[in-house]
């Protein structure tokens, strides 16, 4: 995650860069019933109103924290339908601060082919999820790479944040996919996102 927005969501969430996972437990909270997972949903990402200030942002962090897989699963699925970007970052920010626990529920989500929004904050999170040091079980890694590659024809920012993401892949998995989009890609942005996780510079040369 970068220092902005980490900033940014410093009081709703404690995201331990090089931490791994951030106290999401499966299953610690047991079944909660759909009316209050929605009227938690509302609280992320809020700056403004009651429900901005560092106890309110506090609660809504430690609520979600609790929730564990099930509680990371019905987030992925309610950003199908979200387009605020308050919102769509602070999900993907408790995503993040998940860690590996939030990988599987984000990659069943990206081969249901997202909406573009929805895309992006997954992949937001798979980002921030591999700058903090975590690795995808390997067990994972073909279908994360399968489902990064078929970004490959959306719009210059989904590929950069796709590119991001492969940090979380094995070292071989990430140069096979990035080299050919290092060959084809003309955005800038995009190259110098593939360049930082191979280690070369956008013209390819490490």
């Known amino acids: 995650m970068n220092e902005e927005t980490a900033d940014g969501m410093g009081d709703v969430l404690t995201h331990p860069h090089g931490g791994g996972p951030a106290g999401f437990a499966p299953g610690a ?31 809504v962090r430690d609520f979600w924290q609790r929730q564990g897989g099930p509680g990371l699963r019905w987030l992925v699925a309610r950003l199908r339908s979200e387009g605020h970007i308050d919102a769509l970052d602070g999900v993907a920010s408790l995503l993040a601060a998940a860690g590996e626990t939030a990988i599987l529920p984000i990659l069943e989500e990206l081969e249901r082919q ?7 904050a997954l992949l937001h999170a798979l980002a921030w999820i591999g700058e903090d040091g975590v690795a995808a079980p390997s067990v994972l ?16 920012d989904l590929r950069e944040w796709a590119a991001r993401s492969a940090r979380l892949l094995p070292r071989a998995h990430a140069v096979g996919l990035l080299r050919g989009w290092l060959e ?15 280690g070369v510079d956008a013209t390819g040369r490490s």
């Open 29 to 59: 909270a047991g079944p909660i019933p759909t009316e209050r997972l929605e009227e938690e949903y509302q609280k992320v990402g809020r700056w403004k109103g009651p429900h901005a200030t560092p106890e309110a942002r506090a609660q």
């Open 114 to 120: 997202p909406t573009r929004d929805q895309a992006g």
């Open 141 to 156: 890694a073909p279908r994360l790479e399968a489902a990064l590659a078929s970004l490959w024809q959306h719009d210059a």
């Open 184 to 198: 084809r890609d003309a955005d800038a942005e995009v190259r110098r996102a593939i360049g930082a996780v191979l």
